[in-house]
């Protein structure tokens, strides 16, 4: 594919637009998008505590481009829930990203790969934001039997006034259950990302029902350790691939 193709295609989902393993999962994957298709997510993602919680639904767009390299554009609308149910909606974050897969041995199932990603400060419920880079590396390990454990994990340089730059990482396993379930777990840590916040520990479930060749459901969940508090996320999405 030629370059000026690829590019046009990366800014048409840009514009109409957010995670395979990766999406239903915090945990991302190596694995990018075959060449010239698309994978889709209309997805929602929802971090609470109690009666508050932050919403992010929108779209996911990753396009193969060239062979072993995924564009991925992310577009998504916030919602947010205070305590005393003041709701705020408006615009989240673009993220921008590219995967590149270095490591294809297809022989031994082992796949690695970095997805370098740019969040920009576009949220209309936040001000004063600066653009956020992740540095992460992703590997992937497949098994006979439709076993896959996958994860990695990197730094996320996250500048502003009393910002902290920090790491996460993250591991999971899926398992296939025939050709059109496959259920997953996983666990994932952060560390503090600004003053006085605590490191944060996930773990979650997950499952993708493949509704047809070109659709899926893509559910998961679990609790999220903050400190001395417990909170919950939640994460839904219809897939699309073709």
Avoid: C
């Amino acid at each position: 594919m030629k370059p000026r193709r690829a590019l046009t295609a990366f800014l048409l989902a840009a514009a109409a637009a957010p995670a395979a393993a990766g999406p239903p999962f915090l945990t991302d994957d190596p694995v990018p998008t075959d060449l010239a298709g698309w994978e889709i997510y209309a997805f929602t993602a929802l971090d609470g505590h109690g009666p508050a919680f932050d919403d992010d639904s929108g779209l996911d767009l990753n396009y193969g481009a060239f062979k072993n390299v995924q564009l991925t554009t992310t577009l998504p609308v916030s919602l947010s829930r205070e305590t005393d149910r003041h709701v705020r909606t408006g615009a989240g974050d673009v993220e921008l990203a590219v995967k590149y897969r270095l490591v294809h041995d297809e022989r031994n199932g082992i796949s690695v790969a970095v997805f370098p990603r740019a969040i920009l400060p576009t949220s209309s419920l936040e001000h004063g934001e600066k653009t956020r880079l992740l540095l992460p590396v992703w590997a992937e390990k497949d098994f006979a039997g439709g076993t896959s454990l996958f994860g990695g994990g990197g730094y996320e340089i996250n500048p502003g006034p009393g910002n902290r730059g920090f790491w996460q990482a993250g591991a999971a396993v899926t398992q296939d259950l025939g050709e059109r379930l496959t259920i997953g777990a996983e666990l994932t840590h952060q560390t503090s990302d600004s003053v006085g916040a605590p490191p944060e520990t996930a773990a979650g479930v997950g499952v993708i029902a493949k509704l047809s060749k070109h659709y899926a459901l893509l559910l998961s969940g679990g609790p999220t350790w903050a400190g001395r508090q417990t909170r919950y996320h939640l994460y839904a999405s219809l897939g699309l691939y073709f």
